[in-house]
């Protein structure tokens, strides 16, 4: 069984200042990020409307750390179709890009056109998505969202049922013995993070919980503080 134990703080720029963009994503990767969350919202598979691949691709080199180590950008695609943007943000320095099955048409060649382009690829569930899909393309994939929260806005309340579904997808990756990134996306918070990790997540995104606060390094800290087991 391959079982990713190191754990992924993600923050979600979607919180973040967008007037400072670029300053935000070095501060957040100062204090200790290991992702930078890209959410992609279309005002059409989402009632809600954020940036796109030119945004990415101005923010790709203040991504990174200190030492000039390139920190990845996990692309959450929120938007129908799918293809035509996963393919303009590979060319703008993504390193993960997943979508929701339910935005494209053929699920399987929308993931291997992220990956032909050299980029890791998820499947994303909402709160009452079942994870099916998953039979046939579980081989396929290197991460599985799964969705705490309806997409489309930040600083909502984290849905409890997404806790049985991250057990049911850690169970899937478990079987497969692939190396498969599970993360969990909303409403997560240092008093809630632990019981994510607990269900078998491995990647924590967080938008308001981090940009809502002036110290992201406390929050971030306090998270791993969590994750380690608390005290
Ligand atoms: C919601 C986005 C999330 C969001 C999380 O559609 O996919 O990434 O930014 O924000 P919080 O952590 O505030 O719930
Ligand atoms: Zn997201």
Not at 16 to 44: P, Q, T
Not at 208 to 228: H, N
Request: net charge negative; proline share 4%; hydrophobic share 45%.
């Amino acid at each position: 069984m391959i079982r990713n134990t190191v754990h992924r703080i993600a923050p979600s720029i979607l919180s973040a200042d967008f007037a400072r963009l670029g300053e935000e994503v070095r501060s957040v990767i100062d204090a200790g990020a290991d992702w930078i969350h890209f959410d992609v919202m279309d005002n059409h598979y989402v009632p809600n409307l954020t940036f796109g691949p030119m945004i990415c691709s101005a923010l790709r080199p203040h991504a990174r750390k200190a030492d000039g180590t390139a920190v990845p950008i996990d692309v959450h695609l929120m938007v129908s179709p799918v293809d035509a943007l996963a393919q303009s943000f590979a060319e703008a320095g993504a390193d993960l890009i997943s979508f929701h099955p339910d935005a494209t048409s053929h699920v399987h060649r929308s993931v291997q056109a992220i990956k032909a382009r050299g980029c890791k690829a998820g499947l994303v569930f909402n709160p009452a998505a079942s994870l099916d899909v998953l039979d046939w393309m579980i081989d396929e994939i290197d991460l599985i969202l799964i969705m705490s929260v309806n997409p489309g806005f930040g600083g909502q309340g984290f849905i409890d049922s997404a806790l049985r579904k991250v057990e049911q997808a850690r169970r899937r990756i478990d079987a497969s013995g692939k190396d498969i990134r599970l993360e969990v996306d909303g409403g997560i918070k240092a008093d809630n993070i632990a019981r994510v990790a607990a269900a078998g997540a491995d990647t924590f995104v967080s938008g308001s919980a981090i940009f809502g606060k002036p110290d992201y390094r406390a929050v971030i800290d306090a998270m791993r503080k969590e994750l380690a087991g608390g005290a």
